[in-house]
Each structure stands twice: as C-alpha cells, then as structure tokens.
C-alpha cells in the first residue's frame, strides 16, 4: 500500500517535502522551495532506493553550518514516513 506524507522541513531553503512510499521503497519525492535543481537531483536519485540505504546516506549533512540540509530534512521525513 502506498503512503503519502508531507514533512514540514526546519531550518532549510525548502519549506516541505512530499515523499510516497511503498513496501519500504521510495516511490517518489518532492520538494517545495528550495534549490530546485538540487531538489530534484536528491529527488531523482532516491527514486526506487529502500528507505533505510536512503536515510543512512542523507542523514547528517549540513548545508552552510546550518546543521542541517535538505537531504538531511529528507532523511527526517522519510523517517516520520517509517512511523506514519
């Protein structure tokens, strides 16, 4: 079964990402704001990637000191999609 989820991101550019997963595989991502093409490269690569070898890559990074990112805030959405 498929399942959408829109995570409101904290301390970043983008302002929300839309993720839909399904059976632990990521199904599709979206990003609302941000560096559109940045977004949608992290969007592209993740497609099709099981959602934990997603969330180990992503997880940490920093953008500018921020101590966080818009791979990271994906990584955090994609965890509340787990729980969810």
């Given at each position: 079964m498929k399942k959408t989820i829109t995570y409101t991101t904290q301390g970043t550019c983008s302002?929300?990402?839309?993720?839909?997963v399904e059976e632990g595989t990521i199904c599709e991502v979206s990003f609302v704001g941000g560096c559109h093409g940045n977004t949608q490269g992290i969007a592209?690569?993740?497609?099709?990637?099981?959602?934990e070898e997603a969330i180990t890559r992503l997880e940490g990074i920093d953008c500018r000191g921020?101590?966080?990112?818009?791979?990271d805030q994906l990584a955090k959405a994609l965890r509340q999609a787990i729980e969810a």
């Open positions: 302002q929300a990402i839309i993720v839909t592209a690569l993740v497609k099709g990637m099981p959602i921020r101590g966080t990112s818009c791979p």
